[in-house]
């Protein structure tokens, strides 16, 4: 529930599901909005971070104090609308500088009913966050302000993250196809269930036509399109709960067809080779994370945005119903799987983003790998 109001000096407080309060002004919307509290340790890429799929659902807390320092533009955005369920940053911009700032991040979060919080001191919620892991939480201001337990109440009573089902409540409802730019090479099937929209540009920037399916879509579906290449995208929820989408992916695999997933996709063939996901404590979120190339020792600085992970063994390669599999990238700073690859046939995964948007470029080659497995395939 939200009102729509410019005040945004009107009181406002934050609420965890085990009763820590943070008292501060309201940001955006006023009125009240629940979530899962995670923190995004990105210092820029506000926007690319508040429109991406993935954030469904939940409350982003910004380590870095100063927020919407370039204002609001409309090129950057990755889908049509802001997806984060609530926001938190402690020192908003005053006055938005930027050459193509439209209009400031505060009347863009009030213009499409994000309820928010200022003032806080978002290192200390960081570090509770990190101590005692993403949970519950629930943003009041305005006239939604209440006594804390009443408040407290209200946000134990919603659902937890783990086990949500959500990728079809962000994905695209019509297929639709972003053409190659320039002479096109190859065509690609890609699954939608949360994608962003720099994905299928980097694609295309490599000649390639992408046709973005539904995450309803079947195996049909994608051979309809007469896939040289398939794609699984990122998105929000429990990847315990896709079963359709391991279905989808075990049939391409079945297939040996060129796949290539990244963050939920690479759960999802996780799942699809008979890996387990797991939840992490509080997950990986921003676009400076250290991760290792296992294939070729490489370390990139990477963009982040989950909260589950692949259960694979680090150390050893594994048999699976489709050849074996071994894990090809490692975060190094938990040893948490963040890559996936079959070795006898071309299919792997990154958990990941290396779309860069927003983000290091570090990991752009793995589109260029894709393509390698298409061109290989092809010959």
Not at 61 to 83: C, F, K, L, Q, Y
Request: charged share 20%; glycine share 10%.
């Amino acid at each position: 529930m939200t009102t729509s109001t410019r005040g945004a000096k009107a009181p406002a407080v934050l609420v965890l599901e085990d009763g820590r309060v943070f008292r501060g002004r309201a940001y955006g919307a006023v009125g009240e909005t629940f979530g899962e509290a995670v923190f995004s340790t990105g210092m820029t890429g506000y926007q690319e971070t508040l429109t991406d799929p993935s954030y469904h659902r939940q409350v982003v807390v910004m380590t870095a104090p100063h927020v919407g320092n370039t204002g609001v533009n409309d090129e950057d955005p990755e889908s049509s609308r802001i997806w984060v369920s609530g926001y938190v940053v402690r020192d908003p911009a005053r006055v938005p500088s930027n050459w193509r700032s439209r209009r400031s991040l505060d009347e863009e979060l009030e213009r499409q009913g994000v309820v928010g919080i200022c003032g806080i001191d978002t290192r200390a919620l960081t570090r509770h966050l990190r101590e005692r892991g993403a949970m519950r939480v629930g943003i009041f201001s305005g006239e939604a302000v209440a006594e804390d337990a009443a408040l407290l109440a209200k946000v134990q009573a919603q659902p937890q993250m783990k086990g949500a089902n959500l990728s079809a409540e962000v994905a695209t409802k019509e297929a639709y196809v972003v053409p190659a730019i320039g002479e096109k090479r190859f065509t690609v099937a890609a699954v939608d269930l949360g994608i962003k929209g720099m994905t299928p540009h980097r694609m295309a920037e490599r000649g390639i036509e992408v046709h973005v399916l539904p995450a309803t879509a079947t195996a049909e579906d994608v051979y309809a399109v007469d896939p040289d290449g398939v794609f699984f995208s990122n998105g929000p929820g429990d990847p315990a709960t896709a079963d359709h989408p391991v279905s989808v992916m075990q049939a391409v695999l079945e297939r040996r067809t060129p796949l290539f997933g990244i963050c939920f996709g690479n759960q999802i063939l996780g799942r699809a080779l008979g890996f387990g996901t797991y939840k992490l404590k509080y997950g990986h979120r921003g676009i400076n994370q250290p991760v290792q190339d296992r294939t070729t020792g490489k370390v990139e600085v990477t963009a982040h945005n989950h909260g589950f992970a692949v259960d694979a063994p680090l150390d050893k390669v594994s048999d699976t119903p489709y050849g074996r599999a071994e894990v090809s990238h490692v975060c190094l700073n938990d040893n948490v799987v963040e890559g996936l690859q079959l070795l006898d046939q071309p299919a792997f995964s990154v958990q990941y983003h290396p779309e860069a948007a927003a983000g290091p470029h570090d990991a752009a080659y793995l589109f260029d790998r894709f393509v390698s497995l298409m061109e290989a395939e092809r010959a």
